[in-house]
């Protein structure tokens, strides 16, 4: 006898046991299994300073969905966890939590104390993300996680750099770089918010050398680099200045000579058309300086004061120099005007300070010779296959157009916490890459002369992680990890690093193992606020993942995200959307306790059955109408679901078994039931092959579901589990987490059964609506009639069928006939075919009234379609409201136009009967 499930569906505790059993059972450890194909995902590391947020929740989420399906599929799983050292964001939470505990710098600290400091901190707080993992119940080999400054990284990493160095492919120099002038280190791409400020133009003389009581005026949101100048650019297709190209100005407040140089490049209609070129100080001008080989001025200090280059105001911070170059500007006659304008100025994301285009030397990895394999892998060979796939599949353009414009990697960063340079220098500054740490006394091998000292910066964080999918596995071992599970086949990832990461991923493993790192890139959505704004601490409108597993479960939480994302598109999420996965979560605990109520005799009535009788339920051989139209929709279901996941449809796959659950399990097929299980209809036999029917569907409707929402599914399949093993006569697994993927068979498609429970259900329905639209209780018996086209329809709807429909449309009297008579005070549906259902209204509403309800429900939606017809003709309007309010209107007037339609319907049908 099964165990009875709790009224009420509880979610916290049900998690922590589940959660706890799986991994005592070691359920999801990766052993290597020569008789399993593997199927390798390699969690993309947050880092290690990170909390869990709605982009980690759904992304862990659709990894979690995969991994499950593929362990439920047979495959031997490995889907390997860990974290980021973060370089910089890591080094920016210690430095500030020792200035605030201790008073302290880390300059004051010294290198060696401040790195103990910081594997203190990751030690206390590192694992905190990884946690919150556990929460969301993220199937991870918990037992190989990594950390990219572990031991076996380290090394890897250190053999990465001393290959590329030893094919010249890394070098040092002096390139413009991003750069952080309060934490005073190179920063990448990834490590900047772009902020909209509001500033000024200045439109400042440059006189001519040769008249110089003329000038050409130039606009810059810049004043302060003016000191870095070596020309200003003018478009040569601008007739103002054609014959001004060639000629020499001087440099406000310097003097200094520089030319006019002529670049179709310069946007002619940016303020005056004329712009000054600091090659040292922005990247488009350092393009420029190349292309017109201009001398390249730095004119800042590391901590982001001007320089001597900047004469009277050296020692001054940038930012604060501004105001007193502008007014000595306009001392000398040189300031022509000021004008308001508003633009992105980039910030650091860990110092939230501008971030300054910088003349640097630093190290670099040359990217071309490594981008061609990468290019090649996203690109079909003549068979038509592709190394590398994304998915959606318009992301390749991204990856492919940075790769084929790549630029050259700055690797290093003036950072503690890293991995340090693996270079070592004599005392005449020549350098040598190596493996390991040189012992004291170690020469340098073309010198001759000891080395002495080791690099002074690390490497960009991008350097260990490009390695990820394979350094974790043994690299540059040739381990049996990294033979059995490499290459990886899943990586699901944000579109932001799409060049930052995954290009490099690319790139970095067709160079050290000849092979793509992964099968398949999945990009996916970015969750965006209702209003669909990213959500950001500075706005205050983040959803914390965890407040909302407190609240609605975390299979509400998981069920929802890839409910809301439909193929490429972007997620707006309101707190109140994950009451759908809530209600959802409750309808299948209440229909799964409903068949467990009903399945009290189930173990003793399938004893006193032969075993071919017994075997014979337990394959589904039905032959009742409504049993065929499950186990046929069951068999869809499958087909559906696992083909939307073969493909990565998570949204496509989510939506069919929440259709097969909601709509033809509990809604109809339970219901249809119930006369067989309450009352005994059909007999004993007809009750058992009912709960046999029940219990197997119930079955495959967790199998299906478990990926998505592992444990509800788990907790009621536990209960179900005794259930299945009299049924059919073996041990199932401990666990749903590893019980096999249920598989479609084809002639369980049960075609002409489904055909005809459909056409009931189609009665059945228009029957409801005519219930709803005349405000008819359900409680109230009506007398309904079905008007057929031919007798195939007629005999499409049995005996059984018909009272199948009396009951659950609570019908005083059914008939279906060829050429039914329609009652005078009838309400009609037609079904299409010729077909049409007849309910009587004598006697059932008072006509005038309803008339008058009518007349007056139409003139109120009229006057809303009236006014939403007005709100949308109008121009200004349409233009100046933000695009999903205008959406919404649209969409409300559309609905209120076939409302409008319906009641206007009504009032012919009724108006006749009202006189």
């Given at each position: 006898m099964p165990a009875e499930m709790p009224p009420r569906f509880a979610p916290g505790t049900m998690e922590s046991k589940w959660y706890t059993f799986w991994n005592e059972h070691d359920l999801f450890k990766a052993v290597r299994d020569i008789r399993k194909k593997p199927y390798t995902i390699m969690i993309p590391p947050p880092n290690v300073t990170g909390a869990l947020h709605m982009g980690h929740a759904l992304n862990n989420t659709l990894q979690d969905i995969v991994a499950r399906f593929k362990r439920m599929q047979g495959f031997c799983t490995l889907w390997l966890p860990g974290t980021d050292h973060a370089g910089i964001a890591t080094q920016a939470v210690v430095e500030k939590k020792l200035l605030k505990d201790k008073g302290i710098t880390r300059n004051e600290l010294g290198r060696e104390a401040f790195l103990k400091e910081v594997w203190a901190w990751k030690e206390e707080y590192g694992n905190r993300i990884l946690n919150q993992l556990r929460r969301l119940g993220t199937s991870c080999d918990w037992s190989r996680t990594r950390f990219t400054m572990d031991e076996g990284l380290t090394r890897a990493v250190r053999e990465s750099f001393v290959r590329l160095w030893e094919k010249g492919l890394i070098y040092r120099g002096t390139r413009l770089i991003n750069w952080d002038c309060k934490l005073e280190t190179a920063i990448s791409d990834d490590e900047i918010e772009t902020t909209e400020l509001r500033g000024h133009l200045w439109y400042i003389k440059y006189p001519l050398k040769d008249t110089p009581e003329k000038s050409v005026v130039v606009a810059t949101t810049r004043p302060e680099t003016l000191f870095g100048d070596t020309a200003v650019a003018v478009n040569p297709h601008d007739e103002?200045?054609?014959?001004?190209?060639?000629?020499?100005?001087?440099?406000?407040?310097?003097?200094?000579?520089?030319?006019?140089?002529?670049?179709?490049?310069?946007?002619?209609?940016?303020g005056t058309g004329a712009v000054k070129v600091t090659p040292a100080h922005d990247f488009n001008d350092y393009e420029r300086g190349q292309r017109f080989s201009l001398p390249m001025i730095n004119v800042l200090n590391r901590d982001g004061t001007l320089n001597e280059q900047a004469g009277a105001f050296a020692g001054q911070d940038r930012i604060k120099a501004r105001k007193p170059v502008v007014e000595e500007l306009d001392r000398l006659g040189l300031l022509d005007r000021v004008e308001d304008h508003t633009h992105n100025v980039p910030h650091s994301d860990r110092s939230k300070t501008p971030v300054e285009p910088y003349l640097s030397d630093q190290w670099f990895v040359a990217m071309k010779p490594l981008a061609q394999p990468a290019i090649a892998a996203v690109k079909a060979d003549a068979a038509g296959k592709r190394a590398v796939t994304f998915v959606p599949e318009r992301w390749d353009k991204v990856y492919l157009g940075w790769l084929e414009k790549v630029r050259d990697w700055c690797i290093s960063r003036q950072l503690w916490w890293g991995h340090r340079i693996p270079v070592w220098y004599d005392a005449d500054g020549n350098s040598v890459a190596l493996r390991e740490e040189p012992a004291p006394g170690t020469l340098h091998p073309k010198s001759g002369k000891p080395l002495v000292r080791q690099d002074e910066d690390v490497l960009d964080t991008w350097a260990s992680s490009w390695l990820w999918p394979f350094s974790t596995l043994g690299w540059p071992d040739k381990t049996a990890d990294l033979d059995y599970f490499y290459p990886t086949h899943f990586l699901s990832t944000d579109r932001g690093i799409i060049y930052l990461w995954v290009a490099r991923m690319v790139m970095a493993a067709f160079e050290f193992t000849a092979e793509q790192p992964f099968s398949t890139v999945y990009i996916h959505a970015t969750v965006l606020d209702e209003q669909g704004r990213r959500m950001s601490k500075s706005l205050g409108n983040g959803i914390d993942p965890i407040d909302m597993i407190d609240k609605w479960g975390v299979d509400a939480v998981r069920l929802t995200l890839p409910l809301l994302t439909s193929e490429g598109?972007?997620?707006?999420?309101?707190?109140?959307?994950?009451?759908?996965?809530?209600?959802?979560?409750?309808?299948?605990?209440?229909?799964?306790?409903?068949?467990?109520?009903?399945?009290?005799?189930?173990?003793?009535?399938?004893?006193?059955?032969?075993?071919?009788?017994?075997?014979?339920?337990?394959?589904?051989?039905?032959?009742?109408?409504?049993?065929?139209?499950?186990?046929?929709?069951?068999?869809?279901?499958?087909?559906?679901?696992?083909?939307?996941?073969?493909?990565?449809?998570?949204?496509?796959?989510?939506?069919?078994?929440?259709?097969?659950?909601?709509?033809?399990?509990?809604?109809?097929?339970?219901?249809?039931?119930?006369?067989?299980?309450?009352?005994?209809?059909?007999?004993?036999?007809?009750?058992?092959?009912?709960?046999?029917?029940?219990?197997?569907?119930?079955?495959?409707?967790?199998?299906?579901?478990?990926?998505?929402?592992?444990?509800?599914?788990?907790?009621?399949?536990?209960?179900?589990?005794?259930?299945?093993?009299?049924?059919?006569?073996?041990?199932?697994?401990?666990?749903?987490?590893?019980?096999?993927?249920?598989?479609?068979?084809?002639?369980?498609?049960?075609?002409?059964?489904?055909?005809?429970?459909?056409?009931?259900?189609?009665?059945?329905?228009?029957?409801?609506?005519?219930?709803?639209?005349?405000?008819?209780?359900?409680?109230?018996?009506?007398?309904?009639?079905?008007?057929?086209?031919?007798?195939?329809?007629?005999?499409?709807?049995?005996?059984?069928?018909?009272?199948?429909?009396?009951?659950?449309?609570?019908?005083?009297?059914?008939?279906?006939?060829?050429?039914?008579?329609?009652?005078?005070?009838?309400?009609?549906?037609?079904?299409?075919?010729?077909?049409?259902?007849?309910?009587?209204?004598?006697?059932?509403?008072?006509?005038?009234?309803?008339?008058?309800?009518?007349?007056?429900?139409r003139a109120k939606v009229a006057d809303g379609v009236g006014k939403l017809k007005t709100k949308l003709e109008n121009l200004s309007y349409v233009e100046r409201a933000p695009k999903e309010v205008v959406a919404r209107d649209r969409e409300k007037l559309s609905e209120l136009v076939v409302e409008l339609q319906r009641i206007e319907k009504h009032i012919e049908e009724v108006r006749p009967l009202a006189k």
């Open positions: 103002r200045y054609s014959n001004h190209i060639g000629k020499t100005l001087l440099l406000p407040i310097l003097g200094r000579e520089i030319p006019i140089i002529g670049d179709e490049t310069v946007a002619k209609d940016f598109q972007d997620i707006k999420l309101s707190e109140s959307k994950f009451e759908m996965g809530r209600n959802f979560c409750n309808k299948l605990w209440n229909a799964s306790r409903f068949v467990l109520t009903n399945l009290a005799d189930f173990e003793a009535s399938l004893a006193a059955l032969t075993p071919t009788e017994r075997a014979q339920l337990a394959e589904g051989n039905v032959t009742e109408l409504e049993d065929c139209f499950i186990e046929g929709r069951l068999t869809a279901a499958i087909v559906d679901v696992t083909d939307a996941l073969e493909r990565f449809r998570f949204n496509e796959a989510g939506q069919a078994i929440y259709r097969f659950v909601w709509d033809d399990y509990c809604d109809w097929y339970l219901e249809v039931s119930k006369p067989r299980l309450y009352e005994g209809k059909g007999g004993e036999k007809s009750r058992l092959t009912a709960q046999a029917t029940l219990v197997r569907v119930l079955d495959g409707i967790l199998r299906l579901l478990h990926p998505y929402c592992p444990f509800i599914t788990e907790e009621i399949w536990q209960n179900l589990r005794p259930l299945l093993a009299a049924l059919r006569g073996d041990t199932p697994p401990i666990a749903l987490a590893i019980a096999a993927w249920p598989k479609a068979v084809k002639d369980r498609l049960f075609a002409d059964a489904t055909r005809r429970f459909e056409y009931m259900q189609q009665v059945m329905r228009a029957l409801r609506n005519v219930r709803a639209e005349h405000q008819i209780e359900p409680k109230t018996q009506i007398h309904a009639t079905l008007r057929a086209s031919d007798a195939q329809t007629v005999a499409m709807l049995g005996r059984s069928e018909q009272e199948t429909i009396r009951k659950m449309a609570n019908l005083s009297r059914f008939e279906a006939a060829v050429g039914a008579a329609k009652p005078q005070a009838a309400a009609t549906v037609v079904l299409g075919g010729g077909n049409e259902v007849y309910v009587d209204l004598a006697g059932l509403i008072d006509f005038k009234m309803e008339l008058l309800r009518l007349e007056a429900n």
